[in-house]
């Protein structure tokens, strides 16, 4: 059964060992070929949500797309670094050059955030025009996340959870995927945990695991049949970034994009899904029924 033939009504069961697996693409109206590959992933593939960046130049054509495709859940891909802000533009910002594009290093944000309360503040105006934005597109907000994982980062992480909150999203993720963490990766995971543990606090549906970080750019059907094979009970997560080319505006440089769409399209991928008995669905299908609201490392 691909998602877009998953029932709508459907709830997940109470057994504790059930699978509840939510497919999401990031990236969505970055360009006209992501937003062609999670219309084509979604309704013959597995692939049951987006994550949609709202300053992205193909954001309308995604909107569009996503208004075609009632069964795919939509959620916000924020945008706060290397990319395009939603606020104005203007000369002397924190977080961004005078032609509102994001600085590209993280480390640096970070920084920022942690010492000036004027970053913080417009880091504050940022994701709140993000999320107005999505609010105007008139889609249900299915999830949020963010571009790169920066959302992680504990300022970041508190202001994203309470904008969450006040603005309806059903679920966050909180990159934390099977596996020793190793050298840098375990700061980034335990921050992670930390913001699994606070929007859980705060009724937002986490994953219990994730999958995709180790092979971000590269979840080919060899890599798709590893995450299959490594689903456990509970709210899991895979995210790819698929395109119908590997070449577009913005793309990062060696993704392969087309082999991430072809993944979700690949018949034994699908049928791994099916025999694995795993129940696919976007985040406020399991989110409705308390998955994600407790569980491992909650």
Known sequence: ??????????????????????????????????NEAVERAHRDGV??????????HAVD??????????????????????GQSALPPAPGRALADAQGRFYDNMALT?????????????????????????????????????HKHFHVHPVIARMVVDAARRHG?????APVEPGSPRGSARLAV???????ARARRAGLAVPDRVFGLAESGRM????????????????NEIYLHPATRDEWPG??????????????????????VAKAGADLGPFARFAAAGAGLAGVGA
Request: a negative charge; glycine letters at 10%; zero cysteines.
């Open 1 to 34: 059964m691909t998602a877009s033939q998953m029932p709508d009504g459907a709830g997940p069961r109470a057994d504790a060992a059930r699978i509840d697996l939510v497919v999401t693409a990031d990236d969505f109206g970055a360009d006209e070929a992501v």
């Open 47 to 56: 692939l049951t949500a987006a994550s949609l960046m709202v300053t992205g």
């Open 61 to 82: 054509d995604a909107v569009a797309r996503a208004r075609r495709l009632p069964s795919l859940g939509v959620g916000l891909h924020l945008v706060l670094v290397d």
């Open 110 to 146: 970070g920084l920022r955030l942690a010492i000036s309360p004027a970053a913080r503040r417009e880091l504050a105006a940022e994701i709140e025009a993000q999320f107005a934005a999505f609010a105007r597109t008139g889609l249900p907000l299915d999830h949020v996340n963010a």
């Open 169 to 173: 999203a059903r679920a966050i993720r």
């Open 190 to 196: 335990a921050f992670a945990r930390w913001l699994r």
């Open 220 to 235: 080919d059907a060899g890599a798709m049949a590893r995450a299959v094979a490594g689903l456990e009970g509970g709210l």
């Open 251 to 272: 793309h990062a440089p060696g993704y392969r994009y087309r082999d991430e769409m072809e993944a979700l399209l690949d018949p034994a991928v699908i049928a791994g």
